[in-house]
């Protein structure tokens, strides 16, 4: 099979002013992905598993990612010339950075036709709270209905263009969405013996809060 | 029903005098004022048999519990794999796995309890007749087990349920749930007919239904039951 | 059902749910054919099978709509044993979730395990000794042998053959269960797969049981076939049940038996070639028809060759060690990054999917779970056939609560 990059060309020559990166994986496997758009996503997509040399007909795995919002130091070395001496030294500077907060869908497609594959994509949200629409791509591959149900139960990305997008997991009326990283339990443990420091500051926390006190 | 068999059990009463007594004549026990567990092994060696109605009834009782067939998790294999010829529960009168909960005295949890099922166990508890029993097969219908932390998983069904018998493992073998409906039929057999300590089904005053929970915003709605469950008191209060 | 519409259970049966050709998606045609309160045809019917149900295998629900005896409709709830396996394995280490994996398909955990143990190894680029691999295809050929034979005794029980065949593959099941047993410690939770490796070694007399066993195997397959597959009842109840096309069942992700039943010659063992799956010669039966008899069928020839597989396994398991020297197990840290790993699991493709930000949890654990993305068609397979039917079909898709929940 082509390469990312080189399929990313072919997908700008098709789709020009369409949104794709290739986005490094530096894992030893090197299963690297193609982050899309979501004006082009769909269309894209249909490109995808209709092209006769890709033939991505098989989306095996569609899962959520959730990004929130991080502060990233970045450690940057500097040389400057030292401001006594002149010689030249080292400097190291640290930057702060906040990265933008998002949620990702990713799909691995396959092709069984011509058995090959993983060619990987991604799509993003545009924040994690109001924006977090990406386009279906249940349309193109069914195996994607229940799984992007999932994503949609338990980390709260809504899909347009899904037939049917309920919550599948947890039952209806609940409120949250409890993949994300930032859920809160309901507090519904009780005092255990145990020599897990989480599970032990969790009973505190419970403790103190049947107390009346501020955990 | 209890006032009959009260009735039926002091009138099927042997009289002392009827009773005959062994050379040895032992003193009879607390528990059984009138013949002695040795006379009445005795008197069986001899093909007569003693008995008192509660005793016949408990056994009988004992020996023919109806599982229901209700299979929620990994430990419902194992309630198969019991049923099957290698540790064949038919041995102790529990092979009749009824489909119907109408039909059954005795619930198996069998695996993990979530909330989202919870109602649902809790309504097949209260659609069984009594006399009706539960047993917590495995870790996770004891106290959630190792899905404990998850957000969906019940700390336990006995938050909501009356549990007679807690069988521990993950899955607990099938010979222990075998040990366990042992347990259950010991547990069965001591049962007073009469009397303060009768069981549940001979007291009028005890609910047989239990309040089914509700599915709320984030939780079960209420998250336990009350009446059954308590949460325990820490033994020794964390260092905070 | 009326008289105007007529009962004709045969005419219904004869005829294939699905057109040939793959239509676009459309959930208009998977809807309700007639209003539910009707009072001219007759109300439809509203029922919901599950989740305590005797033949769902599981605490699965589906509210299936009825005309007459026949299903309109048919949408699966899920979610009953949803036990958040994933967020549990995102708060734990790499290792810690290995006993996780044992209870996601609880009666396959060592394909379980694989897969994870694959994923991670891909993630942390472990290489894994040779015995090591051979140990793992003897123990997941004998964790397929262990699936098939649940499932076609599970398949009859549901067909209303109560009892006898699910005792005889239950006999067979406890005898690889005794070899689970003696090699790991636990019966159905083996947790026996590690990152570069295997946790324990086998010992001759091990080794030598396994052969006895799988010497003695193809009698039981003998047996059982002259038992149920030429059966007349069964062959009625099955042949033309639940059809799946093969443009649909690839569209729809369907993997393992089920997809080759619709024959998809498509198994991970040949494509991707994990392992040391390339080295052992074994074929892959295809499907005609894509019913439900056919999926009961290509189980019963997989086993075949996963026998085939493990006589050739056994007979050329090299000695040497099971976990590779420099392996870390506990407080594994890969360096950032993704991974997927993939392995043709009894029930179709199970897979991992991790994100590694460098600390000892993973960042992200994701499950790909074959029946939950099997259960997909069920709709389409069961829609024009009756209730009993529609108990086989869910039955021959081969679903394991603890795996579609997670």
């Not at chain 1, 497609?109 to 545009?126: C, E, K």
């Not at chain 2, 069988?167 to 099938?174: H, K, M, Q, V, Y």
């Not at chain 3, 109840?237 to 369907?254: C, M």
Request: aromatic share 8%; net charge negative.
């Amino acid at each position: 099979m082509e390469p990312l990059v080189q399929l990313r060309e072919r997908i700008l020559a098709r789709f020009p002013g369409a949104d794709v990166t290739v986005l490094p994986n530096p894992a030893p496997v090197g299963q690297d992905s193609l982050v899309i758009g979501r004006e082009h996503a769909l269309a894209i997509a249909r490109f995808l598993r209709d092209d006769p040399e890709l033939s991505l007909d098989y989306c095996s795995n569609v899962t959520g990612v959730d990004w929130p919002q991080q502060e990233v130091i970045e450690t940057t070395r500097v040389t400057q010339p030292d401001p006594t001496t002149g010689t030249p030294k080292v400097y190291e500077q640290k930057t702060k950075r906040l990265t933008p907060a998002f949620l990702e869908v990713v799909y691995h497609l396959y092709s069984m036709a011509r058995q090959h594959g993983p060619v990987i994509i991604r799509l993003r949200t545009g924040n994690r709270t109001d924006q977090v629409a990406v386009p279906s791509l249940t349309p193109i591959w069914r195996a994607c209905e229940f799984q992007e149900r999932e994503v949609f139960d338990l980390f709260g990305v809504t899909f347009e263009g899904h037939p049917d997008l309920r919550r599948i997991l947890m039952w209806d009326g609940f409120k949250d969405h409890p993949m994300r990283r930032d859920y809160v339990e309901p507090d519904d443990y009780e005092w255990e013996p145990t020599a897990h420091d989480d599970v032990l500051k969790k009973a505190q926390e419970h403790l103190a809060r049947a107390e009346g006190r501020q955990p | 029903m209890s006032d009959a068999t009260a009735q039926l059990a002091e009138t099927t009463r042997p009289e002392p005098a009827d009773t005959p007594r062994g050379a040895s004549s032992p003193t009879p026990s607390p528990e059984s004022p009138l013949i002695s567990e040795a006379e009445r092994d005795e008197l069986r060696r001899q093909g007569i048999l003693l008995t008192s109605l509660e005793e016949i009834y408990n056994w009988g009782r004992s020996h023919s519990v109806w599982p229901l067939q209700f299979g929620l998790a990994c430990c419902a294999i194992e309630m198969i794999a019991a049923s099957m010829a290698r540790f064949d529960i038919a041995r102790f009168g529990s092979e009749v796995f009824r489909p119907s909960p109408r039909q059954a005295d005795l619930l198996i949890v069998s695996g993990t309890v979530t909330k989202k099922m919870a109602p649902q166990v809790v309504r097949l508890w209260n659609q069984m007749p009594e006399p009706k029993y539960c047993i917590a097969m495995g870790a996770c219908a004891i106290s959630g087990g190792p899905f404990k932390q998850g957000y969906n998983v019940l700390k336990g069904i006995d938050r909501f349920l009356p549990v007679d018998i807690y069988i521990p493992g993950c899955p607990p073998r099938p010979e222990a749930l075998l040990h366990g409906l042992m347990q259950l039929q010991q547990k069965i057999r001591g049962q007073k007919l009469t009397g303060p300590d009768a069981p549940r089904h001979l007291r009028a005053d005890d609910p047989c239904a239990y309040p089914v929970p509700e599915f709320g915003e984030r939780d079960l709605v209420p998250p336990q039951n009350p009446a059954v469950w308590q949460p325990p008191p820490p033994p020794v209060r964390p260092a905070s | 059902m009326n008289l105007e519409s007529g009962i004709s259970p045969a005419a219904d049966r004869s005829a294939p749910a699905l057109p040939a050709a793959l239509p676009p998606f459309n959930p208009a045609a998977n809807a309700q054919v007639r209003e539910v309160h009707d009072p001219f045809h007759g109300d439809l019917l509203e029922v919901s099978m599950g989740p305590h149900h005797p033949s769902t295998h599981g605490v699965f629900r589906m509210m299936v709509t009825l005309d007459g005896e026949a299903i309109v409709k048919l949408k699966p709830v899920f979610g009953y044993l949803h036990r958040n396996h994933e967020k549990l394995g995102e708060n734990t280490t790499y290792l810690a979730s290995m006993p996780y994996t044992d209870r996601l398909d609880y009666l396959n955990s060592m394909t379980n395990n694989w897969a994870y143990a694959l994923a991670v190894e891909k993630l942390a680029g472990q290489p894994v000794p040779e015995r090591a691999e051979y140990l793992r295809v003897i123990l997941a050929e004998l964790t397929r042998l262990l699936n098939h034979t649940c499932l076609a005794g599970f398949l009859l029980q549901d067909t209303g053959a109560s009892g006898t065949p699910l005792m005889y593959a239950f006999r067979e099941r406890e005898k690889i269960l005794d070899l689970f047993e003696s090699i790991s410690g636990s019966r159905m939770m083996c947790n026996f797969q590690r990152f570069g490796g295997c946790r324990v070694d086998a010992t001759p007399d091990w080794l030598a049981a396994t052969q006895r066993f799988v010497d003695g195997y193809n009698e039981f397959l003998d047996e059982y076939e002259a038992l149920i597959t030429g059966n007349e009842i069964l062959m009625a109840r099955t042949q033309g049940v639940g059809v799946l096309g093969p443009e649909l069942a690839v569209n729809a992700g369907i993997t393992g038996p089920m997809l080759r039943a619709c024959g998809v010659n498509y198994d991970l063992r040949k494509v991707d070639g994990y392992g040391v799956y390339p080295r052992f010669d074994f074929r892959v039966p295809l499907g005609d028809h894509g019913d439900t008899y056919d999926r009961y069928m290509i189980r019963v020839l997989e086993m075949r060759e996963s026998l085939g597989i493990l006589q050739q396994a056994l007979r050329d398991l090299p000695a040497g060690p099971i976990m590779d020297p420099k392996a870390k197990i506990r407080g594994l840290k890969p360096k950032p990054g993704e991974a997927y790993g993939r392995i043709e699991g009894p029930k179709g493709e199970i897979g991992f999917y991790l994100i590694s930000d460098g600390s000892a949890n993973p960042y992200r654990y994701r499950v790909r779970p074959p029946s939950f993305v099997n259960l997909t068609v069920l709709e389409d397979m069961c829609l024009g056939q009756t209730v009993a039917d529609a108990v086989i079909i869910l039955g021959s898709v081969d679903i394991v609560l603890g795996e579609v929940d997670r």
